[in-house]
């Protein structure tokens, strides 16, 4: 392995077409603790380069087909999902993000989520980076999170209490992309199944510096009731809140474990998609709620809809934000590591990982 030469070893000296002959891109490997630097304190650009990214994905230059789920019947909770993705404008790659969840890391102490990431070459199709992924998976979930919450609550006052509803890596990460895009709060409510894993989150919180009164909350009504950003990170596979009169007090709700809500919530609220076709699968609470009314019309529109006008959210219902998480997100946070890592001159490349170069030797 050898750090690289970064304008030899980047690829996009070819895909952003450079004169030059084609040639295969050396092959790195960009660990855990390079995506981390990479990411870290940089919490407002990356969810402004996912708000361009939504904004390619919406205008079609993007190709990002379903996410293919491969399921075991001898671990039923466990899975791992293949996003292959392709994202033009000034990102111009391809991939796949290939990311395992075994719910039951967690008592073992480990993460439920692991993942890679495979950057492609735009003009040879040769990959030409493999990055550690969990990173940039939660990286780009909290900025579409804090996206949304931004532009969900611009008609009505901004949220001052936040509730988090599922207390593992993902709300960790919210958090921290809510606070680096300057959001500060009165009162912060956990709710966990686990007092472990809420008195971990409490932990998190105190040592980041967040100001406002902590309170870990035993009932799901009073952490909702209490909370005008609620953010839904459990790892539940079906309904398990259906009263709408908890939501009474209309709040943004971020629902990015997707399966917590029953329809009657959604059919309450104004509802906001990442993208209709994909959100409307898998049984997520949106697909449940298309099941049940057979038609789409309880849905208001994506989050780029809101973003370029074309929807307005009213204050007088809850908003509920149900991201399916899209492989174009991933890339484009990943291409970003990349040249991040690239620039800073430690770039491994992994020399001959490509061999057989020539057709007939
Ligand atoms: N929409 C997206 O783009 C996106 C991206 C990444 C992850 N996610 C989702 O985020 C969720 C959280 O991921 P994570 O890595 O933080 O998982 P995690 O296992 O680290 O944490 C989940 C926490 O939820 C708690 N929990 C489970 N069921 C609960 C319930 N019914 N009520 C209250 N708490 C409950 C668990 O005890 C655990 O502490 C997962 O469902 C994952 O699929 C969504």
Same mark, same amino acid.
């Given at each position: 392995?050898?750090?690289?030469?970064?304008?030899?070893?980047?690829?996009?000296?070819?895909?952003?077409?450079?004169?030059?002959?084609?040639?295969?891109?050396?092959?790195?490997?960009?660990?855990?603790?390079?995506?981390?630097?990479?990411?870290?304190?940089?919490?407002?650009? *990356?969810?402004?380069?996912?708000?361009?990214?939504?904004?390619?994905?919406?205008?079609?230059?993007?190709?990002?087909?379903?996410?293919?789920?491969?399921?075991?019947?001898?671990?039923?909770?466990?899975?791992?999902?293949?996003?292959?993705?392709?994202?033009?404008?000034? *990102?111009?790659?391809?991939?796949?993000?290939?990311?395992?969840?075994?719910?039951?890391?967690?008592?073992?102490?480990?993460?439920?989520?692991?993942?890679?990431?495979?950057?492609?070459?735009?003009?040879?199709?040769?990959?030409?980076?493999?990055?550690?992924?969990?990173? *940039?998976?939660?990286?780009?979930?909290?900025?579409?999170?804090?996206?949304?919450?931004?532009?969900?609550?611009?008609?009505?006052?901004?949220?001052?209490?936040?509730?988090?509803?599922?207390?593992?890596?993902?709300?960790?990460? *919210?958090?921290?992309? !809510?606070?680096?895009?300057?959001?500060?709060?009165?009162?912060?409510?956990?709710?966990?199944?686990?007092?472990?894993?809420?008195?971990?989150?409490?932990?998190?919180?105190?040592?980041?510096?967040?100001?406002?009164?902590?309170?870990?909350?035993?009932?799901?009504?009073? !952490?909702?009731?209490?909370?005008?950003?609620?953010?839904?990170?459990?790892?539940?596979?079906?309904?398990?809140?259906?009263?709408?009169?908890?939501?009474?007090?209309?709040?943004?709700?971020?629902?990015?474990?997707?399966?917590?809500?029953?329809?009657?919530?959604?059919?309450?609220?104004?509802?906001?998609?990442?993208?209709?076709?994909?959100? !409307?699968?898998?049984?997520?609470?949106?697909?449940?709620?298309?099941?049940?009314?057979?038609?789409?019309?309880?849905?208001?529109?994506?989050?780029?809809?809101?973003?370029?006008?074309?929807?307005?959210?009213?204050?007088?219902?809850?908003?509920?934000?149900?991201?399916?998480?899209?492989?174009?997100?991933?890339?484009?946070?990943?291409?970003?590591?990349?040249?991040?890592?690239?620039?800073?001159?430690?770039?491994?490349?992994?020399?001959?990982?490509?061999?057989?170069?020539?057709?007939?030797?």
């Amino acid at each position: 392995m050898s750090a690289a030469d970064p304008a030899a070893a980047h690829p996009a000296a070819t895909a952003s077409g450079r004169p030059g002959p084609v040639t295969v891109p050396p092959f790195a490997v960009i660990t855990g603790a390079q995506v981390q630097h990479a990411l870290q304190g940089r919490e407002r650009q *990356i969810t402004e380069l996912v708000e361009d990214t939504y904004r390619l994905h919406s205008a079609g230059d993007s190709v990002n087909p379903p996410s293919y789920f491969l399921r075991f019947p001898d671990r039923p909770s466990a899975r791992i999902i293949a996003l292959p993705a392709s994202i033009g404008g000034p *990102i111009r790659v391809d991939g796949l993000k290939w990311i395992s969840s075994f719910p039951e890391n967690v008592a073992a102490g480990l993460p439920r989520a692991s993942a890679v990431l495979i950057l492609n070459d735009h003009d040879t199709g040769y990959p030409f980076a493999c990055l550690e992924s969990s990173i *940039i998976s939660a990286t780009r979930t909290a900025a579409s999170a804090a996206l949304a919450a931004d532009w969900l609550s611009r008609s009505r006052p901004r949220p001052a209490r936040v509730g988090f509803f599922g207390a593992g890596l993902i709300a960790r990460y *919210i958090h921290t992309f !809510l606070a680096g895009n300057g959001w500060s709060f009165d009162q912060i409510g956990v709710h966990d199944l686990s007092a472990g894993s809420a008195a971990g989150f409490r932990g998190y919180l105190e040592q980041s510096g967040a100001t406002g009164q902590i309170t870990v909350h035993h009932s799901a009504e009073q !952490l909702i009731r209490s909370s005008d950003l609620v953010v839904f990170a459990t790892i539940a596979g079906q309904p398990h809140v259906s009263d709408l009169s908890w939501f009474g007090h209309n709040p943004v709700v971020l629902h990015m474990s997707l399966r917590d809500l029953a329809p009657e919530i959604l059919l309450g609220s104004v509802n906001v998609v990442d993208d209709v076709e994909h959100c !409307l699968k898998a049984s997520t609470s949106p697909h449940l709620a298309e099941q049940l009314t057979g038609s789409r019309d309880f849905l208001a529109g994506t989050l780029e809809d809101v973003m370029a006008g074309r929807v307005t959210v009213p204050a007088g219902r809850p908003a509920v934000f149900s991201p399916f998480g899209l492989g174009v997100l991933d890339l484009a946070v990943g291409k970003y590591v990349y040249d991040q890592v690239t620039r800073s001159g430690q770039l491994h490349v992994i020399d001959d990982f490509f061999h057989e170069l020539r057709r007939y030797g």
